[in-house]
């Protein structure tokens, strides 16, 4: 209720949200509130637990994410957000994990004790860029489609990638020694993570178009399929240990053109309106959370660590985005421009996902060193690049989405070109892009 | 998701929901349940909390009643609701309790511990007419809209009474003796709880109609506020041991239309279709966890105490109403007609708050007993009286409902003559029935 009426102040006050993300507001309405309880009771605030987090926060913001995913782009452009969300989350993990061992080993600020394998680990989680603060900030900017769903698709896919070597990470550190055969079966886990993932999202979202084929005669609870077995999907996925987010993603993209036809208008209207609101309400839930959850007893402050860190994420991302746009360019019909290379780089906000998993790390004596640093790498994120993102995209004149819806004209042509292209590859024997589009 | 499951499979066989109430087959559906895990665990399944029923399940299907309450009707046959809330449930509470101790002492059958307190308790419980039954029942057979919100008005505002009388007499059992002032201090709870309920709710319509005002930039959240809001009512209601009940259905009447004005079209459509699921979905669950429950250890059976309620319940109620009209149809201008006084006799359903307050009553060794006589005075009335009651209504040629949509011209004369009546009102400088409407 707080923050619900906390949303609509900024909202009725019209020109604060023109210039400050919401998230940021909400963050620092957490803050007071952790700030006033902290006074208050004269302890640290509740902190937003991983189970909260990922069982009942998550998911809906991932199901309205992948629900309202503009399908036909996505598409299109996988080949590139799969090279980054892969190749980029790895270069970013490994580079910041091994530079930051570094930064620990050489200096004279005690921090000689953290291993190369704690700092892989707390690379893997401070490299996951964060679906929830990306797509708040990015739906406000209105920069070109592509450029969007290239920063938003790479948010979603990464989680599968950072979360396998999340957990990679800590079983090596379980381990007495770490063979070779370790490193490669980590390897394999990937594929089998992500691709299981997508074929348990794939399962239930066919079960699900299947039933909603069956509620003409109980049109009231027809919405219900949707949220029920899309949240089935992910609840699967994460007991097998597979990519929750890859799972209700994918269930919910491939439900819904069936359940669109299947269920009725209002139905249509509701889960449409009720995915959005129920997003809304995480989303908001999550930012302030993180406001309140900053205040904190366990801070551990070394401005080494903590520059080192917050310099080392951006300049591994910027490198990262650059080299893999010059070899992906190579393949790609219209090249990711310079400028949209920035934004890519830019907009790789951290967030929740971040903060949650920093928590889960097993007790050990620079944990809370993780943590504050955690907090600041999102902080500055969400602040200072969710604050002048706007600004720069303006400044830099990048490319914004076109206002104007499509035209029937434009619909007509685009269609005939599909099923000509489709047609084509069919009679060529050529299985490509249009013809698994097509199927 | 089975229970949904299980909703489905009836309406699309077509045929079976024309003949079996709902109500019944999602007993039937519980009681297979309940017999599958018995047989698997060799133990009871688990029991429908009173709590679980009283906090999740119960609030979204009185919401919901709430909110799709045909005001006009309702206010107009304010005074005879009353009429049978009140006084006709404090007629069969005490006249059930009274007759039950007379069954206990005079008998053979082992019964006489059973103390006076004891059965007017019981009677308290056991005379609650359950909106959820009702209404699941009476949505289907479509009698005349005023013989509908009779019954289903007098289902909703009996909560009240009962709730009090309930934990009035369990009170009075835990006291060393009941003196008279304790009776009148009794008596006067019933206007405490009940415009306490009305007030708190009345407070929250208020407040969540002016919350509506400012969504106009926040529109994906409005519907949350119908749903906080109400909910927050039935809460605090709770909470300071009002009915939550009336506070639901107050705060639900009072902020429909001031939200649907203030709210998008799109999310008047949400709100109105997510209570439809919400209710649904709970009504589903609260019948098919009657029929779990009903498979227990704790069974007591005696013929003579069972059958005694079964046609109690159905003398009192019977008497009660024609007693309760004869007086009330001298002061209506359409009286109330033999055949609706007999369907609102036989449409006194029992359910659920029953079911949960039984399993409430402090441990005595009868309890067992209590146990399952309510549970066969739900099934018998849900099950024979609500399967019946359809070709009942049907023999007796009992009005039925006009199925043609009200026309331009009825609505304009109705609102002129609504007008000219409150006018007049105003103007003689008595302020009646429409005076109050238009207020």
Chains 1, 2 share one sequence.
């Not at 908001?284 to 993180?290: E, Q, S, V």
């Not at 906000?349 to 060193?369: E, M, N, T």
């Not at 060529?428 to 199927?439: A, C, E, L, N």
Request: charged residues 15%; proline residues 4%; neutral net charge.
């Amino acid at each position: 209720m707080l923050a619900s009426l906390a949303k609509l102040g900024f909202h009725w006050s019209g020109r604060i949200p023109a210039v400050v993300p919401e998230s940021c507001l909400l963050i620092m309405v957490g803050l007071l509130v952790g700030g006033v309880i902290y006074g208050v009771r004269h302890a640290a605030p509740p902190v937003l637990s991983a189970d909260a987090f990922f069982l009942y926060l998550l998911p809906p913001i991932v199901l309205d994410a992948g629900y309202f995913l503009p399908g036909r782009l996505f598409f299109e452009n996988l080949g590139t957000i799969l090279w980054y969300a892969v190749l980029g989350t790895l270069w970013n993990v490994l580079g910041i994990g091994a530079s930051l061992y570094g930064v620990c080993r050489l200096g004279p600020w005690g921090l000689g004790e953290v291993s190369l394998l704690h700092c892989l680990l707390f690379g893997s989680l401070i490299a996951a860029v964060d679906p929830v603060a990306v797509l708040s900030v990015f739906e406000k900017i209105h920069v070109n489609e592509q450029l969007h769903i290239l920063v938003f698709g790479e948010s979603l896919l990464n989680d599968a990638v950072t979360v396998v070597l999340y957990k990679l990470f800590e079983s090596f550190l379980q381990m007495p020694s770490v063979s070779g055969l370790d490193v490669l079966a980590g390897g394999c886990q990937f594929v089998v993570v992500g691709l299981g993932g997508l074929c348990v999202g794939l399962f239930f979202g066919m079960v699900a178009a299947l039933t909603t084929r069956f509620t003409a005669r109980a049109q009231v609870i027809a919405p219900l399929f949707v949220f029920l077995y899309s949240y089935l999907s992910y609840l699967t996925s994460e007991m097998l240990h597979l990519s929750g987010i890859m799972a209700i993603v994918t269930c919910a993209v491939s439900m819904k053109q069936y359940v669109e036809a299947n269920v009725s208008q209002e139905s249509n209207t509701t889960i449409k309106y009720f995915l959005k609101m129920w997003s809304s309400v995480s989303e908001t839930l999550i930012f302030i959370f993180l406001g309140v959850s900053t205040i904190q007893d366990v801070h551990m402050w070394s401005w080494p660590f903590v520059s080192a860190t917050l310099f080392l994420c951006l300049f591994w991302r910027a490198l990262g985005v650059l080299l893999l746009t010059a070899v992906m360019n190579k393949l790609r019909r219209n090249p990711v421009t310079f400028r949209d290379q920035f934004i890519i780089a830019y907009g790789g906000l951290r967030g929740a996902i971040c903060f949650s998993l920093v928590f889960l790390i097993d007790d050990f004596p620079k944990k809370r060193l993780f943590i504050t640093t955690t907090i600041v790498v999102i902080l500055f994120t969400v602040f200072v690049q969710g604050m002048t993102i706007k600004p720069l995209v303006e400044l830099l004149e990048v490319k914004r989405r076109k206002r104007a819806p499509t035209t029937v004209s434009e619909e007509i042509h685009s269609r005939l070109l599909d099923h000509l292209l489709s047609g084509i590859e069919d009679i060529v024997g050529y299985w490509g892009q249009h013809y698994w589009k097509d199927k």
